[in-house]
């Protein structure tokens, strides 16, 4: 007698596949597990919509949520620092483009950030690092000033 495929055995191979991604991702060095990297992912989406719908506000949270759930995500990064400049919150911008620009070295977002760090610097007259060093320190002198 044959027997066909069973949900026993459907369960233990789910069950397998699901054990190998997650050694994959931990092999790669990314600790994120593949559900973390699904909800970045529909997250990104989300603020891909806002940001295109011109509602800044919101899609910096919505990839902001995105690097939370998967703080390896370029490009999650790349569209915050975005999504920042838009909303003239440019220390912020600076940051998440260094780090895109960290994360994906060698690759299409990673060469999109160091354009957009570049064209700050050109633009400031100010080397990104100093123009970082620089807005620290104004915003921990107006911080002193409010308390």
Not at 10 to 20: E, N, P, S, Y
Not at 62 to 67: E, K, L, S
Not at 112 to 123: G, M
Request: charged share 35%; with cysteine.
């Amino acid at each position: 007698m044959t027997r066909g495929v069973g949900a026993g055995f459907t369960r233990r191979i789910k069950k397998t596949v699901k054990a190998g991604l997650k050694r994959a991702y931990r092999r790669k060095g990314s600790t994120v597990s593949p559900d973390e990297h699904k909800a970045a992912k529909k997250l990104f989406e989300k603020g891909r919509e806002e940001y295109n719908a011109g509602t800044y506000d919101l899609a910096v949270k919505q990839f902001r949520n995105a690097v939370e759930h998967e703080p390896g995500y370029a490009k999650a990064h790349y569209c915050l620092g975005n999504a920042y400049y838009k909303t003239e919150r440019y220390k912020l911008a600076v940051r998440h483009w260094r780090r895109c620009a960290q994360l994906d070295s060698a690759g299409e977002f990673g060469a999109r950030a160091r354009q957009k760090l570049q064209y700050i610097e050109k633009k400031s007259g100010v080397f990104t690092d100093e123009l970082v060093k620089y807005m620290d320190e104004v915003l921990a002198r107006e911080e002193r000033h409010r308390r």
